[in-house]
């Protein structure tokens, strides 16, 4: 793992004397200085945002982000060791997780709503991923309209169910839902004809085809069924350590390094196969980089 990049001295002086105010009345500051340990929530499936190497070991895009934030964190509170474990979330417990205490912080695909955030909170977005339908292209299948009488599998938990059973909704016939476990199952399903569709976010479909058998198989459809400004979720009723995040995600972003990351991970080969999943960053993500922001999804509209 390389050496986190660390914010600038004049901002992280300006984190301590944040600190200096507010470290005794936030809980998961206290807890982290207390025990000397910080719990970061990953994913082990999560296309080039999240995911595993092997036992215990994580990375990808928003790891390596949290990674970043937590030296800063480690930094800001002016201890000499702080310990990093990782605890494997799934769409299902993620936020149970961080709202129990058991996951500090949280990094994997979480896409930032107004429903969500009634129990969680979310630092600044640095990816913006747009929802979407891999499909076979021997399929014929072409736009969404053409799902209608088909089986589409979404993963249970994640926001691709909402879409999947407002496509069902606004469809002119039925559409047979199929829910998978996580996204390795998802793609499975459609891998093995059980599936004519699988919805997910743009970045983990086009990862998953890159490390598939014959990725020349399998396609995007084109249209973008939602916005998902994906964020790095926190514990709800905690600003003191909100604001330390954000400020860490907002240097990040503003100093070009969110950027940096975005190419290594997403326009780059990356372990363990060594495949570029070749993504370029879309503009809303773009823009998220020079005006952070933590807005739900429903501030964003789908182009």
């Keep these: ?147 209608v009488g088909k089986t589409v599998a979404a993963t249970t938990g994640s926001t691709a169910v909402q879409q999947l059973r407002k496509l069902k909704k606004e469809g002119t016939g039925e559409i047979d839902e199929l829910l998978a476990k996580d996204n390795g199952e998802g793609f499975l399903l459609l891998e093995s004809g059980r599936a004519q569709g699988f919805i997910a976010d743009g970045q983990i479909l086009a990862t998953l085809i890159s490390k598939s058998k014959d990725p020349s198989q399998y396609e995007l459809l084109d249209q973008v069924l939602s916005v998902e400004p994906i964020a790095i979720m926190l514990p709800k009723g905690d600003p003191a350590f909100k604001k330390l995040v954000d400020q860490s995600v907002i240097a990040i972003a503003q100093s070009g390094e969110a950027a940096r990351l975005y190419d290594k991970w997403f326009m780059k080969p990356i372990p363990p196969s060594n495949l570029k999943v070749g993504l370029p960053a879309n503009a809303l993500t773009q823009a998220a980089w020079k005006n952070p922001s933590d807005k739900p999804l429903e501030a964003y509209d789908v182009k």
């Design 1 to 147: 793992m390389k050496s986190p990049i660390l914010l600038p001295i004049a901002t992280a002086t300006a984190l301590l004397c944040f600190l200096g105010n507010a470290v005794a009345q936030t809980d998961t500051l206290k807890k982290i200085k207390d025990s000397g340990a910080i719990t970061m929530g990953v994913r082990d499936g999560s296309g080039a945002m999240s995911f595993t190497l092997g036992p215990g070991v994580y990375t990808g895009f928003h790891v390596e982000v949290c990674e970043r934030v937590i030296a800063d964190v480690k930094k800001a509170l002016g201890i000499q060791k702080l310990d990093v474990k990782y605890q494997l979330v799934t769409p299902q417990n993620r936020i149970p997780l961080v709202q129990n205490g058991t996951v500090d912080i949280e990094c994997g695909t979480t896409t930032n709503n107004t429903v969500r955030q009634k129990d969680v909170a979310f630092a600044p977005t640095l990816y913006v991923e747009g929802v979407r339908v891999a499909v076979r292209k021997a399929s014929g299948i072409a736009s969404t309209s053409q799902l």
